[in-house]
Nanobody, 125 residues
Framework: QVQLVESGGGLVQTGGSLRLACAAS????????MGWFRQAPGKEREIVAA???????CYADSVKGRFTISRESAQNAVYLQMNSLKPEDTAVYYC???????????????????WGQGTQVTVSS
């Protein structure tokens, strides 16, 4: 089992940057594929980016070229670097983890077993 705690959210102006971090407890972090999701008011939770155990990545079309997901196994952490932020990026961002094969990233939220509490990102226009 793993516990996830997000940090790094906040208020930023359009065009600004934020770096979200997700700290994972437990000694089996390397067994988990990880993902970042977001949920805006009145909308469904959606995938932002996913990363496999081996470091393969996948991004939603809306964030390609602006966001970068990475993981640091030595620190039991996964990160989301967000650049060129837009008002439509405003949402609560969640970190999630699931057991998966080494090369597999997971984009279906229903497949994730573990979730953080979320961190608010607000982009002002």
């Amino acid at each position: 089992q793993v516990q996830l705690v997000e940090s790094g959210g906040g208020l930023v102006q359009t065009g600004g940057s934020l770096r979200l971090a997700c700290a994972a407890s437990g000694r089996t972090f390397s067994s988990y594929a990880m993902g970042w999701f977001r949920q805006a008011p009145g909308k469904e939770r959606e995938i932002v980016a996913a990363i496999s155990r081996g470091g393969s990545t996948c991004y939603a079309d809306s964030v390609k070229g602006r966001f970068t997901i990475s993981r640091e196994s030595a620190q039991n952490a996964v990160y989301l670097q967000m650049n060129s932020l837009k008002p439509e990026d405003t949402a609560v961002y969640y970190c999630a983890g699931t057991i998966a094969a080494y090369t597999a990233y997971v984009t279906d939220l229903k497949r994730y077993s573990y979730w953080g509490q979320g961190t608010q990102v607000t982009v002002s226009s």
